[in-house]
């Protein structure tokens, strides 16, 4: 199927409440484009160089189509704190905060530029050592002391499952994301974004409170690497 299709199919099976966010990494902005024509308008990237390079080649291309530039952009990647400049000029929501240090740097660079960044703290829910994020009680303890960062706005949390065909381990990773976020937003109104589920578990995803979803592959296809 097209892009356009694949869109098309899960914006029918999404609740009107959860955001389809498009994962457009690894892809060439031509695929965007097509993405845009479907009427998508959220897209996230997870490297800095390409999120600076697709932002202006889609700029460019709205202008020159005398469209209004309405694209949200979301980075989900692991992001250096040398990096930061190629980021958080563009993205609306930095999905992946994953230490200390990083949200450190990142209340550094809002202060500096006179801005306030919207932030996903990482919660590490899967098996795998090698992914990234906060425990329980590192996200409690940043949340307790967030005085401490008046240039970052915490909206929520990003997690991904185990990767792995069990349902079970699945559906335990999410339930486990899903009740630390009920337990936190219920005392933090703006605190309102669930950002876990991907092309192969968003569905179950939603069943445990998502209130975004990240998907490449099921709109795009393999990834160009």
Do not use: C
Request: no cysteine; hydrophobic share 40%; proline share 3%.
């Amino acid at each position: 199927m097209s892009i356009k299709e694949n869109i098309t199919q899960i914006i029918r099976e999404l609740p009107s409440d959860v955001k389809l966010v498009a994962v457009s990494k690894f892809h060439p902005v031509e695929s965007i484009m097509e993405a845009y024509g479907a009427g998508q308008r959220v897209f996230a990237e997870s490297r800095p160089q390409e999120l600076a390079a697709k932002v202006p080649a889609m700029e460019s291309w709205l202008a020159a189509n005398g469209m209004q530039n309405d694209i949200v952009w979301h980075f989900i990647g692991h992001l250096q704190t040398n990096k930061l400049k190629m980021v958080l000029p563009y993205a609306s929501i930095v999905q992946s905060v994953d230490s200390l240090h990083l949200l450190e740097a990142i209340e550094k660079w809002g202060r500096d530029n006179g801005k306030v960044v919207a932030v996903l703290l990482e919660y590490h829910i899967a098996s795998e050592e090698s992914k990234q994020g906060f425990s329980e009680e590192e996200i409690k303890g940043i949340l307790s002391d967030a005085g401490r960062f008046p240039h970052i706005r915490f909206r929520g949390l990003m997690g991904m499952a185990t990767f792995t065909e069990d349902e079970s381990v699945i559906r335990s990773d999410f339930s486990r994301i899903s009740l630390l976020f009920k337990e936190l937003s219920s005392s933090m109104p703006d605190f309102s974004e669930l950002s876990i589920g991907m092309s192969g578990d968003y569905r179950i995803a939603i069943e445990y409170g998502s209130t975004m979803v990240r998907i490449g592959t099921m709109i795009f296809g393999e990834r160009n690497y």
